[in-house]
């Protein structure tokens, strides 16, 4: 039966074997990073995990360090790698280290935690992953209200490997078409509910 120990194995060995399978590429990818934005090579960001808690998420950095809006402070060599979804790889790490999985919902800034509704909180029930359902259905093009409804939908179903191993595939597929990386009229993807007030009452 597949569950949670067979996801979690799935995970492992997933996560191991495309390391050792990409490490070329990432090394290519992290000196492309160096020459073109210099130092750091990784972008560090603290997200929610399993149940909110903090991790600190690492992917290869895309954008110029700095004040200004994304579309200014994203390079050329950013596009492509987001296009591709090539600067995600290092989160394979946390795969290995359990913070993350192959296959759930994405992992959103901490910030972002009293913005949902109790509804699309539920996407935090299982661990973020490297691929989600939201991903598979269109990555950023997707509006906010469907791509979370999408993630609690995945966490609220029985864990399943052909499910995974289906959204894992599609992911890929639209990932190396380079279609949804962008949100329609934005150069990334806009923050979920801008205008929500979280200063405390």
């Given at each position: 039966m597949y569950g949670r120990f067979g996801k979690r194995a799935l995970d492992i060995a997933g996560a191991a074997a495309l390391?050792?399978?990409l490490a070329p590429l990432m090394v290519a990818v992290a000196i492309s990073v160096r020459v073109?934005?210099?130092?750091?090579?990784?972008?560090?960001?603290?997200?929610a995990g399993r149940g909110g808690k903090p991790f600190t998420l690492v992917k290869f950095r895309t954008m110029h360090e700095g004040p200004g809006e994304d579309a200014a402070r994203l390079t050329r060599?950013?596009?492509?790698?987001r296009r591709c979804a090539l600067d995600e790889l290092p989160q394979l790490v946390h795969v290995l280290r359990g913070e993350m999985?192959?296959?759930?919902?994405?992992?959103?800034p901490m910030d972002y935690l009293p913005r949902y509704t109790p509804g699309e909180a539920r996407r935090l029930l299982v661990r973020p992953g490297l691929a989600g359902a939201?991903?598979?259905?269109?990555?950023?093009?997707?509006?906010?209200?469907?791509?979370?409804?999408?993630?609690?939908?995945?966490?609220?179903?029985a864990p399943r490997v052909m499910r995974d191993l289906g959204l894992l595939l599609r992911c890929a597929v639209i990932a190396l078409s380079g279609r949804g990386?962008?949100?329609p009229g934005h150069a990334t993807m806009p923050a979920l509910r801008d205008d929500f007030d979280i200063t405390p009452g």
């Open positions: 390391l050792v399978a073109a934005l210099g130092r750091p090579v990784l972008f560090r960001q603290r997200r060599l950013g596009r492509l790698l999985s192959l296959v759930g919902p994405r992992p959103l939201a991903q598979a259905a269109g990555r950023n093009a997707v509006p906010w209200p469907e791509r979370l409804a999408i993630d609690a939908a995945y966490a609220d179903a990386a962008t949100a």
